[in-house]
């Protein structure tokens, strides 16, 4: 079991910049971002496994980064440029290690955190 804490969400306006972190409480290969705006799918957002490799969704690709502090399993996702688009609930998520596994994938992860939101005003 992997529990997933999450923090930093928030209020911002357009075109400014939030962090999002959550804690792991132990290793996971793929650590990644998921979000769900009211009446819409939950949708991947970005990730990272642990060989380094990052992904993101075509939405938030240059605008948005994922990183893993060196010493623990605590990782981010920081979002600049934001967008009234972004507004959403973000999910944390962890998975571990499957042959051939791409991290992008809400099925190839298994632990969840809580929920963050993130608004975005024009």
């Known amino acids: 079991q992997v529990q997933l804490v999450e923090s930093g969400g928030g209020s911002v306006q357009t075109g400014g910049s939030l962090t999002l972190s959550c804690t792991a409480s132990?290793?996971?290969?793929?650590l990644g971002w998921f979000r769900q705006a009211p009446g819409k799918e939950r949708e991947w957002v970005a990730s990272?496994?642990?060989?380094?490799?990052?992904r993101f969704a075509d939405s938030v690709t240059g605008r948005f980064t994922i990183s893993k502090d060196h010493l623990n399993e605590r990782f981010h996702l920081q979002m600049t440029s934001l967008r009234p688009e972004d507004t959403a609930m973000y999910y944390c998520?962890?998975?571990?290690?499957?042959?051939?596994?791409?991290?992008?994938?809400?099925?190839?992860?298994?632990?969840w955190g809580q929920g963050t939101q993130v608004t975005v005003s024009s």
């Open positions: 998520a962890a998975g571990n290690y499957k042959f051939d596994t791409e991290c992008r994938f809400s099925s190839e992860f298994s632990y």
């Open positions: 132990r290793f996971a290969f793929c």
């Open positions: 990272r496994d642990n060989r380094g490799r990052t």
